[in-house]
C-alpha cells in the first residue's frame, strides 16, 4: 500500500479515535483520558500535514529542484514534533489544575472501554505504517507510525491509572498519570524533531545501504579498475552516491561508458530509489578536493 493511501487512513482513524476518546473523557470526567483525547487531535493534525509533504515529494525534479522534492517528507516529521510538544504542554496545564482540584470519575467502565477500542486501531494501523515505511524508505510514515505507537502506549497508561484510581480511590492518581503521559509524548516529539533536522542535513545513507553499495562496486572492480572518493547522502525515500571509477587511459570512451552504464545499472538494482553519479578518471588521475585551492 502506497504511503499516501496509508496516510489517508491515519486521517480517518485519527478523526475515529478523536470520536472515541472524546466520549471517554465525557463519561467520565477523567483528565488522563482528556489527555489522550488530545494527543489523538495531534494525530489528525500530523496525519493531514503528512499527507501534504509526502504529495509534494512525490513531484518530479524541475528547474528549480533539479534533485527532486524528496526531502519535503522531513518537514512532516518536524511538524509532528512540534505538535507533539504542544499538546503535552497543554496536558501538563490541565493536568496541574486537576491535581489541585481534584474531581471525582463516572461511568469508568465505558470510557475504558472506548479507550481501548481506539487504541486497537491506532495499533494496527501503526504498525502497517512501519512496515510500509521500512519497504518504502519513508520517514513520514515511519513518524506517522511511531507517533501512533507512543498513543497506544499512553492510552495503555491511562487505562491501567484509570482501573488503579477505581480500585483505590485516589484521584490524585488521574493527573499524575496525565502528566507521565505528557513527559512521554514530550520524549517522542524530541525525538521526532531530531530525525527531521538530521534529514534535512544531507546525511549519510544507512550502513547497511553503504554496504550494499560497497558490495556491488567490489564486483567490477580488479587490476584495471578501482572506485574512490565515494560520497553518499539521502532525501526522503532517495539515495544518492557519488564516486570516482579509474581505468586505463587507454581506453576508448565509448568502452568506458559502457562499463559505466552497467555500474551506474547495477547500484540501480540493487539499491531501489537510488540515484548514481560516477566521474570517469584515468588510472594515473588524481582529485584532490582537500587542496587550498579548490576550497577557495
Known sequence: MQAKTLLKLSVVAAIATITLKTLAWWLTGSVGLLSDAMESFVNLAAALFAVMMVT??????????????????????????????GAAAGIIWTAVDRFLHPQPLEQLGWGLMLSVLSSAINGLLAWRMLVASREQRSIALEADARH????????????????????????????????????????????????????????????????????????????????????????????FVDV?????????????????????????????????????????????????KDLV
Open 56 to 85: 509534494i515529494a512525490e513531484r518530479p525534479a524541475d528547474a528549480d529542484h533539479p534533485f527532486g522534492h524528496h526531502k519535503a517528507e522531513y518537514f512532516s516529521s518536524g511538524f509532528e514534533g512540534l505538535l507533539i510538544v
Open 148 to 239: 501512533l505507537f507512543t498513543d497506544v502506549w499512553t492510552s495503555a497508561g491511562v487505562v491501567v491509572g484509570l482501573l488503579l484510581v477505581s480500585v483505590t480511590g485516589w484521584l490524585w492518581l488521574d493527573p499524575v498519570l496525565a502528566i507521565g503521559v505528557a513527559l512521554n509524548i514530550l520524549y517522542e516529539g524530541w525525538r521526532l524533531a531530531s530525525r527531521s533536522v538530521d534529514g534535512l542535513m544531507d546525511t549519510a545513507v544507512e550502513p547497511e545501504v553503504r554496504r550494499t553499495i560497497d558490495a556491488t562496486l567490489a564486483q567490477f572492480a580488479h587490476h584495471t579498475i578501482r572506485f574512490d572518493h565515494l560520497v553518499t547522502r539521502r532525501a526522503g525515500t532517495r539515495r
Open 244 to 292: 570516482h571509477m579509474h581505468m586505463p587511459a587507454n581506453w576508448s570512451l565509448g568502452r568506458a561508458a559502457a562499463l559505466r552504464t552497467s555500474v551506474e545499472q547495477a547500484l540501480m538494482s540493487a539499491v531501489p530509489g537510488l540515484r548514481a553519479s560516477i566521474q570517469l578518471l584515468p588510472s594515473d588521475v588524481e582529485a584532490h578536493f582537500d587542496d587550498p
